[in-house]
């Protein structure tokens, strides 16, 4: 099983930027798709952005051009730049690893979560 741990959330005025990481266990990471998901008091969880195992890209149309997501598989970290960030986006930051077994069944890890507040 993975485990997850997220770090780098925290207060942030409008405007300004956070660096989020989620660093994994074990040792085959880069067979994971990854992610950042995000969940506000009072709304489902949602998607932020993801990176495959071969690192391609996805972002929720809110982050597009603001927020940047990357992995460094030597690390088994993957970040979340966020810039010009906006009250909107104040959430619990959760990190993500996915992949699927040779059976099919699809398997999801969750972090414990990193607060992220957006406020002058």
């Known amino acids: 099983q993975v485990q997850l741990v997220e770090s780098g959330g925290g207060l942030v005025q409008p405007g300004g930027s956070l660096r989020l990481s989620c660093t994994a266990s074990?040792?085959?990471?880069?067979?994971?798709?990854m992610g950042w998901y995000r969940q506000a008091p009072g709304k489902q969880r949602e998607l932020v952005a993801t990176i495959t195992s071969g690192g391609d890209t996805n972002y929720a149309d809110s982050a597009k051009g603001r927020f940047t997501i990357s992995r460094d598989n030597a690390k088994n970290t993957v970040y979340l730049q966020m810039n010009s960030l906006k009250p909107e986006d104040t959430a619990v930051y959760s990190c993500?690893?996915?992949?699927?077994?040779?059976?099919?069944?699809?398997?999801?890890?969750w972090g414990q979560g990193t607060q992220v507040t957006v406020s002058s």
């Open positions: 074990g040792s085959f990471f880069t067979i994971y798709d």
């Open positions: 993500n690893a996915s992949r699927t077994t040779g059976l099919g069944k699809k398997l999801n890890y």
